[in-house]
């Protein structure tokens, strides 16, 4: 791969397009409630956006790198950033939940794909070595600030002037990247290659239909249907199974497609025009590092989207108080990354894969204690030692696994190993939020359930009584607060006075369930490292 000149503007240009990217997904979960009271809308609702916004950037990923390689990656960039100001402008003017959805989820999501994946590409075109290994770590450090900053500055400014002016920093980081962008290399393509849009409708189709089937999951239900799912009056699918597997079947289905026709433009010789070098699945390195990346971005975007959830349930906090809460593990992870940064040699020290199953160990170990201190009494200070631990375990993991699962593809193949990286850490944040966030109302709806049944001495069957935890559950995710609170109000008079604790304990017991889940999963991603090579492949 040809090496191009890249100086600091253009490099501050790219890491301020990720922090951009991260204080977009991280203001939304402080600004859920004050959105959800003003469009008399749901939590589930809010985060359906979240899913749907990583559903887009994840099923665009393949088409844009196609649309680069015809047009140039400069003039792509330009036009995300630009479409991604327009989404962003109308979803703070937005008063309609339906047009949130278009504006952050559809517009933003799509305009967001090429901002995620133009700075991975030209780093890889401007920097080897050593260079490459910190850019890497300034690119997530930048990424990770962007979060902080999303949760911290965003709940700040949405607790004190109104929801609507968190993203009035959004615009200013635009500007700043606009200018700084005269600086980037006009990376222009080595040829004209046709676009493939056949393969681009398969992987959308895709990556859209299994990401839309688990966003769906909570309000529709895993398997058995909570409510029917109808087009025009049309109930899809016509027998009694949820509309969440047949999307995902959907999905698995065109992207088994996808496959075949990408290894068909292979053997006819027309690689230039596919959408992916399918060769590069075939690496076992790779996919193993994919798969660990994904897993670790699921349980933490899902522990810390149920945090939000769960803190504001038990605790009178405003969304920057909860986000104050929750600082300690990003600022833990910053601190952990820019000590990486600056002083250590990433692979001269120790293996990096021994770094990444460390991070891994304290990782679950910090879920661990987090398990345990919500199950006494709740503050700030009782939170803080396993959210610090959980921090440490993070910066350790993020420093390492990009570089090891990278090294397994070839210098012709990293733009290709770049647009598949990416948009699966957007999957693992959809699965954190759409399973993890599931399984937590779940888990509340079915133990506030099982404690009123006890309070009224009634007994329901088995379907009887999943029918009232999905019944309960439903309105959770569908219902505003005051329509929840309303059909509280419907209860028998001798339940009224025991409801907030009924609530508290049930939310308690939900988020520490959902914890020993997440250890689960984290075990597993454990498991998984144990077949990464010690060092990066290309160091051998």
Not at 70 to 83: D, E, M, N, T, V
Not at 330 to 353: A, E, G, R, S
Not at 404 to 409: D, E, I, K, N
Not at 461 to 466: A, N, T, V, W
Request: with cysteine.
């Amino acid at each position: 791969m040809q090496k191009i000149a890249l100086d600091r503007r253009a490099f501050s240009g790219l890491c301020l397009t990720l922090l951009l990217i991260g204080y977009n997904i991280g203001v939304m979960p402080p600004l859920m409630p004050p959105i959800v009271r003003e469009l008399d809308s749901s939590i589930g609702s809010i985060q359906s956006v979240l899913v749907l916004f990583s559903l887009v950037t994840a099923s665009f990923a393949p088409t844009t790198e196609n649309l680069c390689r015809r047009y140039g990656r400069k003039r792509i960039f330009l036009g995300g950033l630009l479409l991604y100001a327009v989404g962003i402008a109308i979803t703070a003017f937005t008063s309609d939940m339906a047009v949130m959805v278009l504006s952050f989820s559809l517009i933003a999501g799509l305009a967001a794909t090429p901002l995620v994946s133009a700075p991975w590409a030209i780093m890889d075109a401007a920097f080897d070595g050593k260079a490459a290994q910190q850019a890497t770590l300034g690119f997530i450090l930048c990424s990770v600030l962007g979060g902080l900053t999303g949760g911290i500055l965003g709940g700040l400014i949405g607790s004190q002037f109104g929801w609507r002016w968190a993203f009035l920093p959004t615009f200013g980081i635009i500007i700043l990247v606009l200018l700084l962008s005269k600086s980037i290399p006009n990376i222009l393509p080595a040829r004209s290659d046709p676009i493939d849009w056949v393969g681009g409708l398969f992987s959308f189709l895709g990556l859209g239909s299994i990401l839309l089937g688990i966003g769906l999951a909570g309000e529709y239900g895993w398997w058995f249907p909570k409510r029917v799912f109808s087009i025009a009056g049309v109930v899809i699918p016509p027998f009694a199974v949820s509309i969440v597997p047949t999307l995902i079947a959907v999905g698995v289905v065109c992207l088994g497609l996808f496959a075949f026709w990408q290894r068909q433009l292979a053997a006819q010789s027309r690689t230039g025009a596919s959408l992916l070098r399918v060769g590069l699945l075939r690496k076992r390195p790779f996919i193993v590092g994919l798969l660990v990346a994904m897993l670790h971005t699921l349980i933490t975007t899902g522990v810390q989207f149920n945090l939000y959830q769960f803190l504001p349930t038990l605790l009178p906090l405003n969304p920057f108080q909860v986000a104050l809460m929750v600082l300690p593990y990003n600022l833990t992870m910053v601190v952990v990354i820019i000590i990486l940064l600056k002083f250590i040699t990433l692979d001269d020290w120790i293996p990096p894969k021994y770094d990444v199953q460390l991070g891994l160990m304290l990782l679950s170990l910090g879920l661990w204690l987090l398990y345990r201190a919500i199950g006494q009494q709740i503050t700030a200070q009782s939170l803080m030692p396993a959210l610090i631990v959980m921090g440490i375990g993070s910066g350790l993991f993020l420093a390492y696994i990009s570089g090891l699962t990278h090294s397994a593809a070839s210098p012709e193949e990293r733009p290709e190993s770049t647009g598949i990286y990416n948009p699966v850490q957007n999957l693992g944040s959809s699965l954190g939020r759409g399973i993890l966030g599931t399984m937590l109302i779940y888990f509340v709806s079915q133990r506030i359930v099982d404690s009123i049944l006890k309070l009224l001495d009634k007994n329901l069957s088995g379907i009887q009584r999943q029918e009232t935890i999905a019944t309960l559950q439903a309105m959770i995710q569908t219902y505003s607060r005051p329509e929840v609170r309303a059909e509280f109000d419907k209860l028998p008079a001798a339940i009224q006075p025991l409801l907030p604790d009924i609530i508290n304990q049930a939310a308690t017991d939900g988020i520490r369930t959902v914890l020993l889940v997440s250890l689960l999963v984290s075990g597993l991603c454990l498991g998984l490292t144990t077949a990464l090579p010690k060092y990066p492949l290309r160091r051998r």
